[in-house]
Structure formats: structure tokens, C-alpha cells
T-cell receptor, first 114, second 111 residues
């Protein structure tokens, strides 16, 4: 079955620790995205990548880092520099050959920093 | 400044009636507008979209209308069903495929 997987679903970390969220897709999509959702708010773009070994900052990149070494994988590291890391994190992918520009989302990871 | 706005945080309708969800945008460079449906603790799923060169797109019970002069789009669901109860996000996409999302509208369809 094709899709996007994010692991783990729930993650707890102590303040000051870096943490890496996993995102893998087997849809053969070129573009991948990371969003953050806070309660009552929409999705805010953290980083995105249109192609392997290249990525761009989104609207709220401070305190986050990414890598795109393989087409299938786009891990997000939440560093200790991120002031309010507790949130619901969503990964998405998109084919650049699609007709509608729609993104396919993973199930999300809820990160709680204690 | 928020480029995509959904001014109604919630909407409640009776089963069988029409649901109308609204969205406003500010950037004339957006070329696609999309609607996503989201359940709690899950990722959004794509529902329907419209290109900026069209004014209407229909898919079953879902129709999206685009008014470019007013920078406004709406999603109509007819007839509404209890299974439609979810959060609906409006998104606008630029030429690079980067999407900007609204804050969402929670739709509740009462049996």
C-alpha cells in the first residue's frame, strides 16, 4: 500500500533535548513538506523540499532542521533552540506531475516537551 | 498578515441540508485552491480543488466556487451527512506547489 508514515505517533522529550521525527513515503513523490499545527490553528509550514539534497525554509523554520538524502525520507529535527516545541507535526508529500497540487499527509506525530 | 482566512471557526447544520464553508485570500499569485478534511489526531485528506482559471468545480456532493475578483472561495456540501463532521481547511497553492492554509472550520452535521 502506498502512503506516508510518520513515527512515532506520540513522543515525549525533556526540555533542552533535540528530537528527530521520522517521515517516509513510498508514493515516489518529489516534494515533501513539514507542518506544525497548534490547537485551534491551521497548518504552518516549517520546511519543504522539492528534490533530493535540496530544501527551503518555510514560515516558521527557526529551531528546526531537516535533511533530504533520499527521495523517500524527510526527517525533521526539533532542536533545543525551538522555544515552544510541543505541537502536532505533520509531514506531507506531493507529486510535481499532479493536476491539482494536492498534498498527501501522514498521520502526524504529537510531540510533548516536558 | 494571514494570506488565507477562514472567518468562521465553526458551522452546525442539519443532516440533508447544505453546508457552506467560506475562505478568503489576499495573494493574487495563488494558482490553485484546495480543500482538505481533517479528523482529530489524523493528517488532513484532500477533498477537492480548483484552478485559478475556473470558477466552479464539482465532485459528487462537493462543489467549490471561486470568485477571483472578491478573492473568495467557498465549499458547498449537498446534502450534508453526519460523516461529514470534521475540520475543513482551505489552502492556496503557488506555482512552486507551496500551500498556505487557513485556520480551519469545524463542521458539525446533526442527525
Amino acid at each position: 500500500d502506498g502512503g506516508i508514515t510518520q513515527s512515532p505517533k506520540y513522543l515525549f522529550r525533556k526540555e533542552g533535548q533535540n528530537v528527530t521525527l521520522s517521515c517516509e513515503q513510498n508514493l515516489n513523490h518529489d516534494a515533501m513538506y513539514w507542518y506544525r499545527q497548534d490547537p485551534g490553528q491551521g497548518l504552518r509550514l516549517i520546511y519543504y523540499s522539492q528534490i533530493v539534497n535540496d530544501f527551503q525554509k518555510g514560515d516558521i523554520a527557526e529551531g528546526y532542521s531537516v535533511s533530504r538524502e533520499k527521495k523517500e525520507s524527510f526527517p525533521l529535527t526539533v532542536t533545543s533552540a525551538q522555544k515552544n516545541p510541543t505541537a502536532f507535526y505533520l509531514c506531507a508529500s506531493r507529486t510535481t506531475a499532479g493536476a491539482y497540487n494536492e498534498q498527501f499527509f501522514g498521520p502526524g506525530t504529537r510531540l510533548t516537551v516536558l | 498578515d494571514q494570506q488565507v482566512k477562514q472567518n468562521s471557526p465553526s458551522l452546525s447544520v442539519q443532516e440533508g441540508r447544505i453546508s457552506i464553508l467560506n475562505c478568503d485570500y489576499t495573494n493574487s499569485m495563488f494558482d490553485y485552491f484546495l480543500w482538505y478534511k481533517k479528523y482529530p489526531a489524523e493528517g488532513p485528506t484532500f477533498l477537492i480543488s480548483i484552478s485559478s482559471i475556473k470558477d466552479k468545480n464539482e465532485d459528487g456532493r462537493f462543489t467549490v466556487f471561486l470568485n477571483k475578483s472578491a478573492k473568495h472561495l467557498s465549499l458547498h456540501i449537498v446534502p450534508s451527512q453526519p460523516g461529514d463532521s470534521a475540520v475543513y481547511f482551505c489552502a492556496a497553492s503557488d506555482g512552486a506547489g507551496k500551500s498556505t492554509f487557513g485556520d480551519g472550520t469545524t463542521l458539525t452535521v446533526k442527525p
